[in-house]
């Protein structure tokens, strides 16, 4: 008996120490009543009997979607939103681990868990949105549409989950104090790296390809041969600025976690990345323009619709390219991260053009989504960071387990 | 039809094995013309009455409830109507530039094209574009992505949107069982009580709209609508006034949907097998350069202590 008691009591110890932060249940739940968790539990209460509506009731009670209108905000924001900003993972875990810049190291983990965090949430999106969401595996299980670009979404955003997942596994390893099973973790770390590239490489450009099948509906100005590099360009500076975004936000949140050094450090990451930004920035803008003298559509710029496109392409990625430059030039870090915000929202912007305004451009009917799919999609993005919170208070995101002090040389 | 069901059948059953067996020959992308002996419907738009008999006669044989308003009530033709879950084809009403002359009226369904952009964007192969010509659609293996939707220039697959646990895409089959099983004519084209569908092998409806256009060419505008477009379509329409009047798009060209991104896919094979190799190589080079500036550390040191 003695010997069944001992390991349970242990469990229990664990359990206390790793889930409710070394507090009992009752003093954890005390602590759980802030501001932002009575926002995220209104949320919750409207979203979840929504969540319970569109599985019981069908697409048709939540959503505005129609027959010339099979995308609505679901794909636009959950899905095409949610895979081109959490493509931070993928473009830090390259820098660091591929072009050995050593000295991003620090924000590598926030970026990754953001990435997988990310994907692990566009995934749920999408359930929402699936007619079936039960047949997911279908495309890697039952039935093979070599054919279609989405078939390779599919495949590549299941695989690339995986592989932020095992990208990730050390700090879950760190936490749980597995030290084998870490050991094994890191030393797959590089080649889940690699392998995270390729598979960004071509699912960032896929989701644009997707719409590479709608030219006789997106609007010429965003229709172009060169859409999948639209889409990894975009991708790639969502990443960066997502990077900038979210670590200022955790350094804000989490500041007791992180040392002192960090601190210093971090604003110098934030310009190394600022500078970065600006130049793929740049870059996507030029080829914006490449993309518009390609199909020779100089005339439809003068056209409401163009002056749309001149807002995002200036006001959201030049203007934007600027404040980057302006702000490195000074040095400053606060510039820097307004830039990433402004950023960010240039890119859901594009996304959202896409695969909602510019989209049937030349139907009378709009699409306007219906109040409980803001809801859902807001409903996903509290879950998303209520959980980002939950994993950074428990495992070594932020900070450096004391027991695997600075080997950081693995790559 | 020129041709007996059995003789079809055994045609299509060669036609299948030889696909099954014959798919490395389909990867050397050799051209395929398509099935030779598909089926299609011409639609002569001259001819049309606007009497609407069709849309009942494919919502009965597709067991959908009755088209919505009365066959009688005109009113319907104030408005554009496209495709929906219960209503598989409806017939449209567009003023005539020719103002004294009634309505052109243009009954529209699936063209069932020759290359189609749903079974191209179809990540389950739910689509098959079949030997008989009809493009079927599997709800057995959908998982209601709706990209077929989105990529079909047509606007015609429709969903079960007020299903909550077996929505499926919906849309006109041709017939299929009625073509190939039982040997009769679609519901829509056996209606028609003024032959404006004439069903038949799409070559010989080529023909025979050849012959009507040359025979009447003040009557018909000289073209034939899905012909060419999108690669060719099964269903194909004479009109007699330029077919932007009577809302079909005629900037939609001639090139088949599944080359759209056909380049894109073949990059594919490209990126997952250089990118291991050039990133490696980043990995090895970043590498080089760590060591390197670790020994150079060491005699830059010594010169220090020299001087």
Redesign the interface.
Known sequence: MTVMTRPQASIRDQLTDKLFLGMTPGEYIKKQITPFNIVAALILAVGIPITFVR???????T?N????Y??GLWIGVDVLCGVALAAGGFTLG?AV????MKEYHAIVRPAVLTGLLGYFFVVIGLSF?????W??P??ML?????????????WHVALYLSCQFVEFCPAIFEWLGWKTLRKWAVRVT?GAT??G??LS??HQ??LG??F??????LHPLWYT?FL?IFFLASAIIGGMTMVIFESMFSHRVFSRQIGHHEHENFDRLTLGLGKAAAAALFAYFTLKWIGVAHGQHWDLLNTPLGYWFLVEVIGFVLIPCFIFVWAVRRESAAWVRFAAIYTVIGIILNRVNVSIIAFNWNLPDRYFPKWTEFVVTITIITVGILTFRWIVNRMPVLWEHPDYPSEYER? | MSMTRRDFLGKAGIAGAAALAGSSVAQAQEYFPGWPDRYGVLNDCTLCIGCRRCEEACNRVNGNPPPPIPLEDKSIFNRIR????RNFTVVNGFPNPDHDKPLIYVKKQCMHCNEP?C????????FSKTAAGAVLYNSK???????C???C?F?V???????????RVVKCTLCYDRITRDGKLPGCVEVCPVEALTFGKRSDLIRIARERIMKNSDKYLDQIYGEHEVGGTSWMYLSPVPFDKIGF?T???VTP??E??R???SS?PL??TL??VL??G??MF??R??EIAKEGDKPAKRQENKS
Do not use: H
């Open positions: 599985f019981t009731q069908g697409l048709a009670a959503t979607l129609t027959d010339n099979p995308w390259s681990y591929l072009f050995g949105d699936l007619g079936r969401p047949r997911l279908y495309p039952v039935s093979y549409g070599t054919t279609s670009v989405m078939f390779l979404v599919g590089i690699i392998f590239v390729i490489t071509l450009s896929a390809a997707l590479l099948l709608t030219p006789g509906k041969p999948p790559g | 496209r495709t929906d879950a952009a079974a191209s964007a179809c990540l389950v192969s739910a293996v959908c998982i209601g992505c709706r990209y939707m989105a990529a220039p606007y697959p429709s969903y079960e949107y007020d299903s909550p646990y077996t929505p798009r900037d939609l060209g949907y599944p759209l991104t380049g894109f896919l594919v990126v997952l990118w291991p990133f490696t980043v990995y970043s590498k350069r760590e």
